[in-house]
Structures are given as structure tokens and as C-alpha cells.
């Protein structure tokens, strides 16, 4: 059961991956963020698209997924066939993507203040990586310059 009333914000991310690499990192760091109550899994699926171009998509509830994510219970499953064949057709032949919508249950108690006050989120914007990265550069070099 969810109650809408003190959810987190909740996000959809897709990930993709080159060819056959070993993802079971990525699926033990996705176990442990909602071991840890970090995030709730509210879905969870698998899209790939073979060398020669068939797509295959994987439910959790599939057999291959399902192992891996037996913890993984509390589910809405929000994503549907036509979203994980349309991110398969995208895919460059051999290559594969998790995707996963999860409850930000770390925000949970902060959107719910927000709502409670009227508030509205107007602006969200993640920082690309690579942004940060060369933002620490410059301000690490900047500190070990002035040392």
C-alpha cells in the first residue's frame, strides 16, 4: 500500500549499458540504496537488443530478474510493455539497459513538508557529472595554488 500523501519525489532512471559486461555491481548497489531505505523500488525492468537486432525485455518478475531482486517486494509496476520496447528499439545492437523507477524515500519527509506548506518544486536539474568533476578540479588546484 502507498500513501501519496508522505511519498518521496519519485524517478525514473535508465542505464544503459555496452555490450556483455558484468552489471551484478550495479544490481547489489540498487539492492543495498533500498536495503538502507535510501530509495523504494517501485519498478524495475531489463531491455536489451541481441547483435543481430531482436529486442528482449524483462519484467522483475521474470525468472532471470526475479533472482536478483527477490527482496524487492512493494512494488506499482509503472512501467509498461511500450515503455521498455521503445527504450530496446533505441538501444545500439548487443546492448543493454536497466531501468528503474524508485521512490526517493530519503525526501519523503521534506516533499511532504513542502506539500503540507502549498510549496511547489519549479526548478529540478541533476549536475552532469563531468560538471562536477571539473568544478572540484579547478577549486582543488585553486586551494593547492594558494597553499
Known amino acids: 500500500m502507498f500513501d501519496i500523501d508522505t511519498m518521496g519525489p519519485v524517478d525514473v532512471a535508465i542505464i544503459g549499458f555496452e555490450g556483455a559486461t558484468d ?32 529486442i528482449e525485455v524483462l519484467e522483475v518478475t521474470d ?36 531501468l528503474v523507477v524508485w521512490e526517493n524515500t530519503w525526501a519523503a519527509p521534506f516533499a511532504t513538508a513542502m506539500r503540507q506548506a502549498n510549496g511547489e518544486l519549479l526548478v529540478f536539474e541533476r549536475v552532469p557529472r563531468d560538471a562536477v568533476v571539473a568544478a572540484m ?8 595554488d594558494n597553499s
Open 23 to 54: 552489471r551484478r555491481g550495479v544490481a547489489a548497489a540498487v539492492l543495498d540504496l533500498a536495503d538502507r531505505g535510501v530509495v523504494r523500488i517501485l519498478d524495475l525492468a531489463w531491455a536489451a537488443k541481441s547483435a543481430d537486432g531482436e
Open 137 to 144: 578540479e579547478a577549486f582543488n588546484e585553486a586551494l593547492e
Open 63 to 98: 525468472s532471470e530478474l526475479a533472482d536478483a531482486f527477490a527482496a524487492i517486494t512493494d512494488r506499482a509496476e509503472l512501467l509498461n510493455d511500450d515503455d521498455l520496447i521503445e527504450v530496446a528499439e533505441g538501444l545500439e545492437p548487443g546492448n543493454a539497459a536497466l
